[in-house]
Nanobody, 121 residues
Framework: QVQLVESGGGSVQAGGSLTLSCLEFGYTYTSGCMAWFRQAPGKQREKVASIDIGAGSTYYPESVKGRFTISRDKAKNTLYLQMNDLKPEDTATYTC??????????????WGKGTLVTISS
């Protein structure tokens, strides 16, 4: 059974940085997609980064491009999201997700419970 457990959320001032971690349990796929999503109160969930774990290719929407970096350390079974130059509009609950060996344009099959990020101005 796959479990994803996020950590690293917290409160920082605008312009600051945070690194989120997602520890993977039981995720043994050598291909597939892993991603970070966020959801702010009253807003729809948004994908902020994804990585094709076979090809290594990444995706970022314009809202975070150049500020967020997704990476994975397979040896540590951990997915990361490095977030720099944080803005108040980045405030949200961040959740990591993965799918069962498919490309990133397919949906996610496994979800963590999320970690809260709060950015103050």
């Amino acid at each position: 059974q796959v479990q994803l457990v996020e950590s690293g959320g917290g409160s920082v001032q605008a312009g600051g940085s945070l690194t989120l971690s997602c520890l993977e349990f039981g995720y043994t796929y050598t291909s597939g997609c892993m991603a970070w999503f966020r959801q702010a109160p009253g807003k729809q969930r948004e994908k902020v980064a994804s990585i094709d774990i076979g090809a290594g290719s990444t995706y970022y929407p314009e809202s975070v491009k150049g500020r967020f970096t997704i990476s994975r350390d397979k040896a540590k079974n951990t997915l990361y999201l490095q977030m720099n130059d944080l803005k108040p509009e980045d405030t949200a609950t961040y959740t990591c997700a993965a799918n069962a060996g498919r490309k990133c344009y397919y949906g996610m099959d496994y979800w963590g419970k999320g970690t809260l990020v709060t950015i103050s101005s």
